[in-house]
């Protein structure tokens, strides 16, 4: 049984530990990744095969399928995803702590004879690019053909992999089955100290490849904590001016806040130019010059499919014409795709929608795509992707952008005043609840720096690390929160967002090259009136006098609800951060008076 991955591995242990998953879970067969062509190829065809894949016409979209998950695993279960360490206190209040031995009862013993019946991928994947020193060695075993063709997207995966691990037992080990897919029976795990995953119960992205949120955050950010980088769930761009100057920004935004759109820009302002360097992850290193540097450990992007058009995201959309797969959307009758917000449909077009049954707009009781519909494709398709994504050194950040969705509070934009500002402006980062996702509108959820889900440890020793950092570095980025969501006494956006988005990075690089002034507020530091480039638009001098003004009543009561939750990291919470909301609250008080 073992014979393909004896001939194939030269690390004893991951031989080893291949071995002794596969004695536990009771595999017909192993079988040993390579990241091939011809690999891909045999997997998509015994897909098709067996149902688990519908194949889309391929004139339309080449090499591209179709998937559709059981209907109870659709997305993240953050209540069954759990930390374990040795004492309870490192994981923090935000997070779900299971012991060690707990763990082996209730989630390992789930894995005894799981895959019977059933093929053993081990899938070797490297976080980064091939020749970046900052690169980390995955190795998920899985029994999802699923998984493997999203890794092999998602991550440089096969033999390139295997070449940069050699003989090193430092690799993250990821077992994953899927189990009976019974919600009673799915917990994913992770252990930091050794460097190991479980998960089980689940066939859904963010819980199944394991590259993703789990190594790359969780388990990440506490290696960048004890190593002294940081590990965040944040965009990477480059932003070039009619000059030829180019900047590269990372920021970070809560879920339904336009991060993907953020990405892959297409600026409205002429002369600008926007490469897309990373849309998700963003692993930042200290520089021998000062400077904070960052790569983007993925190689692919998993993007929500609902709401994602030619108008909202055209660069997402043109990476979308072959080699993808899309998971949960709704198949159309000549084998395309369609998902809610992409195109107009005709009321009577009959379609499949995301379970496989019949759909018609005109009598649809649901949406025809899963609200969480998926594609996974390579980034190198999306038309702003950046050569320096595969830049061993990565890139240097000039500004960090923190941003919420407020209706009222947030202006368009503000600046920090130092870096411990700044970790105080995204530690205490709320974002607003929409209908979609609550059945209820503008209730303020805390997500500090947008890692609330994804922190691997202790959040108030997560602050005190942001802090670390910024000691270590003689040439800080500058650190801006924005808001595109804020709307007037109608209701509407009082911003047009998207490729206008761009005005705001402009003031914001004006900034960090210091070629205008700010005006000072008791938030921070706010452009002039004059400061945003409102060139070709038709937008009232009025509005963005709105956009920009600080309630200062407000934001005493914010800072009153800011104080209870950072009040919940106990001892943990670095005085600096305490430090800063007094000084705000003094700032308030004077300006009120």
């Not at 082996?104 to 894995?111: A, M, P, Q, T």
């Not at 009025?542 to 106990?570: N, P, Y």
Request: charged share 20%; aromatic share 8%; glycine share 8%.
């Amino acid at each position: 049984m073992f014979s393909l991955a004896e001939s194939s591995l030269s690390n004893p242990s991951l031989r080893a530990w291949i071995r002794a998953t596969a004695e536990h879970t009771r595999p017909s067969n192993i079988r040993v990744c390579d990241g091939s062509e011809n690999e891909r190829a045999a997997i998509e065809r015994d897909m098709v095969g067996a149902g688990a894949l519908v194949e889309l016409d391929p004139k339309l979209h080449p090499r591209s399928f179709l998937h559709r998950s059981d209907p109870t695993d659709v997305a993240r279960t953050e209540h069954l995803t759990f930390i374990s360490t040795k004492h309870e206190e490192d994981v923090g209040p935000t997070n779900n702590w299971m012991s060690r031995q707990d763990a082996e009862k209730r989630v390992w013993s789930l894995f005894a004879g799981c895959m019977h019946g059933r093929t053993m991928y081990v899938v070797p994947y490297l976080m980064g690019p091939v020749d970046s020193p900052h690169s980390r060695v995955g190795v998920e075993i899985t029994d999802s053909p699923y998984v493997v063709l999203s890794l092999r997207i998602m991550t440089r995966m096969g033999k390139e992999a295997l070449a940069r691990l050699r003989n090193s037992e430092g690799f993250v080990r990821g077992t994953h089955s899927l189990g009976d897919l019974s919600p009673e029976r799915r917990f994913v795990v992770h252990f930091p100290d050794t460097l190991e995953i479980w998960s089980i119960g689940s066939g859904y992205g963010g819980n199944a490849l394991l590259s993703k949120k789990c190594h790359s955050l969780r388990i990440a950010s506490v290696q960048a904590k004890k190593e002294g980088w940081l590990a965040e769930h944040m965009l990477i761009l480059g932003l070039t001016n009619p000059l030829g100057e180019t900047h590269y920004v990372a920021a970070a935004f809560p879920s339904a806040c336009g991060k993907t759109n953020l990405a892959m820009l297409v600026p409205n302002l002429p002369g600008w130019k926007v490469d897309t360097v990373g849309d998700d992850i963003c692993w930042m290193y200290p520089g021998e010059d000062g400077r904070l540097w960052a790569i983007n450990p993925e190689n692919g992007m998993f993007g929500v499919a609902p709401g994602t058009s030619l108008k909202t995201n055209p660069n997402a959309m043109r990476s979308l014409t072959h080699d993808v797969i899309f998971t949960n959307v709704a198949l159309r009758a000549n084998r395309n795709v369609w998902w809610e917000g992409m195109s107009k449909v005709d009321d009577h077009e009959v379609m499949q929608d995301w379970r496989g049954d019949t759909w018609t707009k005109s009598d649809a009781q649901a949406p025809a795509a899963h609200p969480n519909s998926r594609f996974t494709v390579p980034l190198a398709q999306c038309p702003s992707a950046s050569d320096s994504f595969n830049a061993g050194s990565g890139v240097p950040i000039s500004a960090i952008i923190f941003g919420g969705r407020r209706a009222k509070l947030a202006p368009l934009v503000y600046e920090a005043r130092n870096w411990q500002h700044g970790v105080y402006v995204g530690a205490t980062m709320v974002s607003e609840t929409t209908a979609a996702a609550t059945g209820a509108v503008g209730i303020p959820r805390n997500d500090p720096m947008a890692m609330l889900p994804f922190c691997g440890y202790n959040m108030g020793d997560y602050f005190a690390h942001w802090l670390a950092v910024g000691q270590q570095l003689r040439h800080p980025p500058k650190i801006f929160h924005v808001n595109w969501f804020r709307t007037g006494n109608d209701g509407r956006f009082l911003w047009p967002g998207f490729g206008d988005n761009v005005r705001v990075l402009k003031w914001i690089l004006e900034r960090v090259d210091g070629a205008v002034t700010a005006r000072e507020a008791p938030i921070g530091l706010l452009p002039h009136t004059d400061g945003i480039d409102l060139s070709g638009m038709d937008f009232p001098e009025e509005r963005l006098f709105e956009l920009l003004a600080v309630d200062g009543s407000a934001w005493m009561q914010e800072a009153g609800r800011t104080l209870e939750f950072l009040g919940r990291f106990g001892n943990r919470l670095p005085h600096g951060l305490l430090t800063e909301l007094r000084s705000l609250l003094n700032r308030l008080q004077l300006s009120l008076h």
